[in-house]
């Protein structure tokens, strides 16, 4: 890339980052093993590993396409420890390397069998059957892996290293010598407890950092299901509603389980939940008999045939009296909104405390005294990586007038040296405040005191009216809302033909809000907006400002703009910002998210929204060529006079994409490159004067780097201050990319930094303007008074992925039925007919600005927020899951599920 890669705009400074350096001094030769799989059937795995059930050998397809295999890397590694340490150490001595998946690296050539190149081994699946193959309790063969290793090749490592060393150095994209040395040294090290190394300029760096994760404890399977669904009275499980019952359903499957029945304390994984379990029927030789029947006869246990049971595997059905979730496991899905909180809370930790915490992990690890790494070569540096940075310029706020008589003209707020990134409206409007006249329908569904809500309805249009929205008094009307919903609002709110409806809503009260919003963006096209009842809260000032940032946006107005040269620069020419996402379910039997927001006024605050159902786990938006003639469609309505023969397109799209893994940046290969593509035969075949140039940026914000400031770069929570941008040292060394921490950090926490990749630049922006740019935008969030951690149209664009579960009729918030066709692959075709588009007259507004967010109070859950020390773009080992195990029990979080 022949452009410069390092900006100059701003003070320069010095930070740490969570980063070590690593040191190679690489044997002359490796030897690679990688083989051919003869007599097996061919896929893209190199080290074979397939179930065995007997004498037949069952190898099940991948679960998606271009996947090496359904065996996991955890269990990769495991099986691969025990053919190295207790099946055959006369082979693997000393120990070498394995990557869990289909790469393994020797310093020396393995004695396989007949002094060949290739060996078959017969592994136990399971830990403790080395000795013995004990056979199953029905008689069958144990489970065995068939491990299968053949010798690749003889790798002379000096042309791959000094290939690696040309690629540090940033002379341009990395050849397949320098990936072969790359690949090698990650398998090296993650043979120890440790993740992975990665390529950045000037050298190789191992990114480490604390997690945080879920774990369910051990606890009655019942009192979970209660727990979960706030439930008090076991009885109730036996008469869920089907609302109810789909929630536990989708909560349950995957989760193991221990049956207190059975002799044995192996875990089982829940495959479905059935209603009524103690009635099923089934087969026991020639009899039949029901559950509740078998359990009282087999088992002594007297249990309720209306409460509801567990499938494990096929066919067998289990009550939930005789399930306890097992020991140890993590939970990956998504989990109570009052356990989000509580985790959010466990996990911060400032920046000095978080710094102290990663040297005590890495330190921990052990990495300077590890002989197996020195046997290679390998070493690693105590300390973090020091780093230059630089702080940018914050922009200005450009806000409404002044309060008080007179015309009046913007203000301007220019942000403080010592604390950018934060403002305050107080005593400013919004810089387009939309004329509410009303009325204002407020229907209460939280059982408040009617002179309550009135006093809130009356403390809401005070403050409108101090942001310029309120002009006359406008017509309050309340009412109490009931079971149904559509029907309250219809009453209250559509007979007083309301300009806005504000629901108010009790703590817990998801449905009631799914079917406000649906009713409001999605049946009748109505602006409606949530805010949720906190016990004994005063609502003061600031709160009532909060939910006008979202009000005057839904109806249409703006509340500030940032301005900088910049942003000028971008004004000269018709441009549009672009903010794209995906994001994909918790089970793969639901689909994923795709949706855009596309600007189309000259300073990038008013936005329009697309959004479309796609296959699950699809990285790429199947549908941004439809969505994009949509925004180039609006853009043109909105800016063109067509009395006046006037057409305005955009000359420049500037495209930051959200939700996409390192994996997938490599423009030339499948990943997003398909995406660009899609991207540009729209900008060609539709008929433009001039086609419009193309920047396509990545934005990551799921990574692990962290900054730490020295003194002359510190703010007063002790983060780095908001504008830190880093482009050099810990960057790759031939892609195009930055850091930028773009928000001002709230007390208790650690800020991340966001990470921009640009794929592609038609426009040949400077790096100073990108970085600028992409820094400007995170104050043109619309709805807070401070900036954020990502530009405002990446931000949008994930709130209209959130908001994909409105679309769904409410029965489908868990729903896993009908996701298959008939051929037996994902029925898209069933979820894109259930999804209802936005009413037509709110397409075209920012109608996405959801609930009014609220602190809640202590979860009723039980929570064990398990802590370890762990790097970036993997799972945590076998060891780190011990360690986090541990570490949990040092903090927990008292409340009812375990986390």
């Not at 120890?192 to 300029?201: A, G, T, Y």
Request: some cysteine; glycine content about 8%; aromatic content about 8%.
């Amino acid at each position: 890339m022949d452009k410069p890669r390092h900006g100059r705009i701003g003070t320069a400074v010095q930070v740490n980052v969570n980063a070590f350096k690593v040191s190679w001094d690489a044997p002359k030769v490796l030897h690679h093993y990688d083989g051919a799989r003869s007599g097996f059937p061919s896929t893209s795995i190199t080290i074979a590993i397939l179930m065995v059930d007997g004498e037949v050998i069952k190898e099940k397809e991948p679960r998606r396409p271009n996947e090496d295999s359904v065996i996991s890397q955890r269990k990769g590694m495991e099986i691969m420890d025990r053919l190295q340490s207790r099946m055959r150490p006369d082979i693997f001595q000393p120990r070498v390397p394995f990557d869990g998946k289909k790469n393994l690296w020797s310093k020396h050539k393995l004695e396989l069998h007949g002094g060949g190149n290739i060996e078959q081994f017969l592994v136990p699946w399971t830990e403790g059957d080395e000795d013995q193959l004990r056979p199953r309790r029905d008689g069958r063969p144990p489970a065995q892996a068939i491990v299968i290793i053949n010798w690749a090749a003889t790798v002379t490592l000096r042309y791959s290293v000094s290939e690696l060393q040309g690629l540090l150095q940033g002379s341009g994209a990395p050849r397949p010598e320098a990936l072969t040395a790359i690949g090698a040294l990650n398998v090296l090290v993650r043979a120890q407890p440790m993740k992975s190394v990665r390529p950045s300029l000037g050298g190789i760096i191992i990114n480490v950092d604390i997690a945080t994760g879920l774990m369910i404890r051990e606890i009655p399977l019942t009192q979970l299901c209660l727990e979960y669904l706030g439930l008090a009275n076991p009885s109730r499980l036996c008469n869920l509603t089907d609302q109810e019952f789909q929630k536990i359903r989708h909560f349950l499957k995957g989760i193991f389980v221990v049956i207190k029945v059975k002799p044995n304390r192996r875990s089982y994984r829940i495959q479905d939940v059935v209603k009524h379990a103690g009635r099923v029927v089934f087969e026991k030789g020639d009899q039949k008999l029901t559950v509740e029947q078998h359990f009282r006869k087999a088992h002594r246990e007297n249990i309720n045939p209306d409460m509801i049971g567990v499938k494990i595997g096929s066919t067998a059905i289990f009550p939930l009296s005789v399930c306890h979730a097992a020991p140890g496991q993590m939970f990956k899905k998504q989990p109570p909104q009052q356990v989000k909180d509580d985790m959010i809370k466990f996990s911060k930790h400032p920046p000095a405390i978080r710094a102290r915490m990663i040297m005590e992990g890495w330190d921990s690890l052990e990495y300077g005294r590890s002989d197996y790494l020195r046997s290679y070569g390998v070493s690693v540096s105590p300390s973090m990586l020091d780093v230059k940075a630089r702080i940018l310029p914050a922009p200005r706020i450009i806000l409404g007038k002044a309060a008080g008589p007179g015309p009046g003209g913007p203000s301007v707020f220019n942000a403080s040296q010592r604390n950018p990134g934060v403002w305050n409206m107080t005593g400013h409007e919004f810089l387009i405040p939309k004329p509410f006249l009303g009325p204002l329908a407020v229907i209460d569904w939280s059982h408040e005191r009617e002179d309550t809500v009135r006093g809130w309805a009356n403390e809401l249009v005070n403050v409108m009216r101090s942001l310029g929205m309120v002009r006359p008094d406008p017509k309050i009307v309340i009412g109490v809302g009931n079971q149904d919903v559509e029907g309250s609002i219809k009453h209250i709110a559509g007979q007083c033909r309301a300009q806005l409806t504000l629901a108010i809503l009790p703590k817990n009260a998801l449905d009631i809000y799914i079917r406000v919003k649906r009713f409001g963006d999605i049946q009748k096209g109505v602006v409606t907006q949530c805010m949720r009842v906190i016990p004994r809260k005063r609502y003061n000032d600031q709160y009532w400002r909060n939910l006008c940032l979202k009000i005057n946006v839904k109806l249409g107005g703006v509340n500030l703009q940032a301005d900088d040269l910049h942003l000028r620069e971008f004004q000269r020419i018709p441009s549009m910002i672009i903010g794209a996402d995906v994001t994909h379910p918790d089970t793969p039997a639901r689909p994923s998210i795709a949706s855009m927001v596309s600007s189309y006024d000259n300073n990038a605050t008013k936005y329009v929204a697309s959004m479309s159902v796609q296959r699950p786990r699809e990285e790429v938006i199947a549908n941004i060529g439809t969505m994009l003639e949509r925004a180039l469609t609006c853009f043109e309505e909105a800016n063109s006079n067509k009395e006046a023969g006037i057409k305005i397109v955009p000359m420049r799209l500037i495209i930051y994409r959200d939700g996409v893994s390192e994996g997938e940046y490599q423009y030339e290969q499948d990943g997003i490159g398909n995406e660009i593509r899609a991207i540009e035969e729209v900008l060609n075949t539709k008929r433009l004067e001039e086609r419009p140039r193309l920047t396509y940026i990545v934005v990551g914000k799921r990574h692990h780097v962290r900054f730490f400031p020295q003194p002359n770069s510190v703010e007063q929570n002790g983060n780095c201050l908001a504008g830190l941008v880093v482009d050099d040292r810990i960057t790759h060394p031939s892609d195009m990319d930055f850091y930028v921490q773009s928000q001002s950090s709230l007390p208790g926490g650690t800020s991340r930094p966001s990470h921009y990749v640009v794929v592609k630049d038609e426009n040949n922006f400077s790096i100073d303007f990108l970085q600028s740019l992409s820094y400007l935008l995170c104050y043109n969030y619309a709805r807070a008074t401070r900036s954020v951690s990502i530009p405002a149209p990446v931000y949008y664009a994930d709130l209209v992925c959130r908001r994909a579960k409105l679309h769904f009729p409410p029965e489908m918030q868990y729903w896993e039925e009908g996701s298959v066709n008939s051929q037996g692959g994902f029925d898209l075709q069933f979820f894109q007919s259930k999804f209802n588009k936005v009413a037509e007259n709110m397409k075209n507004t920012m109608y996405f600005f959801g609930i009014h967010v609220m602190k809640l109070p202590t979860s009723q859950f039980d929570l064990t927020i398990a802590k370890a020390c762990a790097a970036t773009s993997r799972s945590p080992s076998k060891d780190n899951f011990k360690t986090a195990s541990s570490a949990s029990k040092k903090r927990e979080s008292k409340l009812s599920f375990s986390i």
